[in-house]
């Protein structure tokens, strides 16, 4: 069967897997890891769908947990989720230490 230019590039099924591994490791945006790989975003989640199909019913092994790709997901999520809840909590505790380290030098010059 001859190679349609017009259909786009093939990859490889290791190069699609890696690409979704990729995403879902990352933590970032489906666009920006399709931009960076020169791939379209639609291919993307569509080699991801396919990605979790195929390993419907399989586990795999993320830092040492053996987990369902469902499961990884919603790790994900939570994780992201504490991720922001970190930042937020450090920005008011750099706020915090500004405002405190104020206060001082306004009492010390008195």
Request: proline fraction near 2%; charge should be positive.
């Given at each position: ?83 922001r809840e970190t ?24």
């Amino acid at each position: 069967m001859k190679h349609d230019p017009m259909k786009g590039k093939r990859y490889s099924k290791e190069f699609k897997d890696d690409a979704v591994r990729h995403w879902m490791e990352s933590g970032r945006r489906a666009e920006e890891v399709s931009e960076g790989l020169g791939i379209s975003t639609w291919s993307l989640r569509r080699w991801k769908a396919a990605f979790l199909k195929d390993m419907d019913g399989e586990h795999a092994a993320v830092g040492g947990a053996v987990m369902k790709p469902s499961e990884m997901e919603a790790e994900i999520r939570r994780l992201r989720k504490e991720l922001r809840e970190t930042e937020e909590e450090r920005e008011i505790l750099k706020k915090a230490v500004i405002f405190f380290g104020q206060d001082n030098q306004k009492k010390s010059r008195s």
